[in-house]
């Protein structure tokens, strides 16, 4: 899958990436500011909960956005294991779905945290 390039400027949450477990827009993040941090990309997720879950809701669809909500869906999950359904809309918020299936999403995000 691997994280994507979208718009360039940090707005649709399509490259985000965890800085030191913080989500963050990679394509605005100057390379400077992530020395010495850990840097997590979607492919560090293999074996996460929230995969198996966004297959179950068929969450993924088209694929553009996916990496990036799956790299806040995992922040989020970290700090809060068990978070409702308005924690995961707020973290998923900055995040633009082309295919409109935010409702899945969450669904899957909720699934993963009940595992």
């Known amino acids: ?24 827009p990679a394509c605005d993040v100057p390379l400077w500011s992530a020395a010495g941090k850990a840097v997590t990309t979607v492919e560090g997720l293999a074996g996460h909960p929230l995969l198996p879950a966004f297959v179950a809701e068929q969450a993924a669809q ?9 790299v806040s869906a995992a922040a989020l999950l970290a700090r809060e294991p068990h978070p409702d359904e308005e924690a995961v809309k707020g973290a998923l918020d900055r995040h633009l779905c082309r295919c409109g299936a935010h409702g899945r999403m969450v669904r899957a995000v909720l699934r993963a ?3």
Do not use: E, I
């Open 113 to 115: 945290a009940g595992a």
């Open 1 to 24: 899958m691997g994280s994507r390039f979208g718009c360039g400027t940090g707005l649709c949450g399509a490259c985000f990436v965890l800085l030191d477990g913080h989500p963050a």
């Open 62 to 70: 088209c694929g553009y956005c996916v990496s990036g909500v799956l």
